[in-house]
């Protein structure tokens, strides 16, 4: 399967843990993103890598949070120290950019639910 | 800042029936893009459909097609002989055009769509 796929699919942890999610892109794609999308709410962007280079980081987006993405390839969402505010779903999608502001379509990963005990 | 409002928080349609969803949009921008996405129950998100802000003509893919009026702000999705397989939550999403951007999708609050036998 070459679609997007995200490791773990469920992390339940107690509060003050630390956590890391693992997304790999689809394998030609050069841009990956994250989301989080909580209960009844529509997917919010986290941030952004074009290759290796994060580019953007939402505010949302503490100094509790970060993430990689060595070689351009898969990335890793780390986060530190817990809260039960970050109980959500993880979304991982990539594109392939063929031209800035192209509008590329981003394919979604299944995700990754975090709950925060 | 862009905000994307959908204002139906469910809907339900029967087998077969026709049925459209509402989103509204607002943004100063003036190129764009527009989609939708649909989540089903405990799968991962996939393109339905989308559409460039700068053409007139309203977008279709098979049985999904936009109503998009870009005065009005407004980006409404129908979805014709509807099927089970339509069972799901639908987001509409927004993206600026333009180059250094991140291509990041700003989404709605969603509508979860139940299709009856």
């Known amino acids: 399967d070459t679609g997007v796929s995200q490791d773990p699919r469920h992390k339940i942890t107690k509060r003050g843990q630390n956590v890391t999610f693992r997304c790999d892109p689809i394998?030609?794609?050069?841009?990956l993103y994250w989301y989080r999308q909580t209960l009844g709410q529509g997917p919010e962007f986290l941030t952004y890598?074009?290759?290796?280079?994060?580019?953007?980081k939402s505010r949302l987006l503490s100094d509790r949070f970060s993430a990689e993405r060595p070689k351009g390839s898969f990335s890793t969402l780390e986060i530190q120290r817990t809260e039960q505010g970050d109980s959500a779903m993880y979304l991982c999608a990539s594109s392939l950019a063929v031209s800035e502001g192209a509008g590329d379509t981003q394919y979604f990963g299944p995700g990754t639910r975090l709950t925060v005990l | 800042a862009q905000t994307v409002t959908q204002s139906q928080p469910e809907m339900s349609v029967q087998e077969a029936e026709t049925v459209t969803l509402s989103c509204t949009y607002d943004t100063s921008e003036n190129n764009y893009y527009l989609f939708w996405y649909k989540q089903p129950p405990s799968r991962q998100m996939i393109l339905v459909i989308r559409?460039?802000?700068?053409?007139?003509q309203n977008a279709t893919e098979n049985r999904f097609s936009v109503n998009f009026q870009k005065a009005a702000k407004s980006f409404s999705l129908k979805i014709s002989d509807s099927q089970l397989g339509d069972t799901a939550m639908y987001f509409c999403?927004?993206?600026?055009?333009?180059?250094?951007?991140?291509?990041?999708?700003?989404f709605g609050t969603g509508t979860r769509l139940q299709v009856f036998p």
């Open positions: 890598f074009q290759n290796e280079a994060q580019l953007e």
């Open positions: 999403a927004f993206m600026k055009r333009g180059a250094y951007n991140t291509d990041k999708l700003i």
């Open positions: 559409q460039e802000a700068y053409k007139q």
């Open positions: 394998s030609e794609h050069n841009r």
